[in-house]
């Protein structure tokens, strides 16, 4: 009783009633005030050498490595799912690997071949890369080592000669992930020169030290050889420079702004987004995929409305795009497959 005092008092109740907007599905979608969509989605992507390969992530359960006769006919599978980009990595054998990434420049590298082959098989899915030199070095960092350091100005050359180099194999956007100074200015600069002036750069702008990309990690067989990232990659404890990063990237041309990882991360998403011009995406990174796998499997989470609850929190938060492992799951729900 003394609480429905108190509510009357306050005016409002009972003219007032949010439950109104909550009576049915119809209203409900009416007065929705975001929603998800197939074409929110980055779909990642991992390439290894060989013929019929589709192998499973041991950490990534549901997530696969294909080779790239199978990744063909996957693109196109995700490309009616209504999933319109992709972010392509791929897996380098060892004995590729040296620590200036030699082997991300060679034009007939898995990486250029499976550009050039999914542009032709699927011209309009919008093909983004991976630049960094992790996957292909002997250190497993994501820059040039010299004396036990990533050095940084070294590595921004490496890094605009692999985009060129991808967009010549017919990128539509680069995403350097490796987090040095300068890369994007740098980048920038290589493809105006080169003729690429309409192939766009994604930026991991604020990627955070995580430990998040345990599985990722595995997928790839890239991790650091010695030490971490934390030279490169930002601190867990920051926002303020996560949008210094954002808006130093948007000024040095950057088209897409990135926060990485993405649900400990949803304040940056916010606090980039409301700080740069051009659109922010969220990467949902491999240890968030396997968090919400292993407790779906367990049957702690029912695993569809939880992959649904997650995505569209990214999309409150103020993310224009996801890059999920989940893309294709997801897309079959929206479209209600
Ligand atoms: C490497 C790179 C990483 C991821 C994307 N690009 C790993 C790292 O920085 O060590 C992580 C993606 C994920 O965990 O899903 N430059």
Redesign the pocket.
Known sequence: MSIRIAATASGAYPNVRARRLRVNASIRDMVTEHRLHPSNFIAPIFIIEGEQIKEEISSMPGYFRYSLDLVLPHVAELFDLGIRSVLLFVKVPDELKDNEGTEALNPEGLMQRSIRAIKEKCPEMYVMT?V?L?PYSSFGH?GIVEDGQIVNDETVRVLSRMAVSHASAGADMVAP??MMDGRIGGIRKALEFEGFEHVGIMAYSAKYASC??G???DALD?APGFGD?KTY?MDPANVREAIREAQLDQQEGADIVMVKPGLPYLDVVRAVKESVGVPVSV?H???EYAMLKAAAAKGWLNEEQAIIETLMSFRRAGADLIATYFAADAARMLNGK
């Open positions: 991976d960094a992790d994501d992930s490796d998040y990309y599985p990722f990690r890239s990232k990659q990467y990174v491999s240890g």
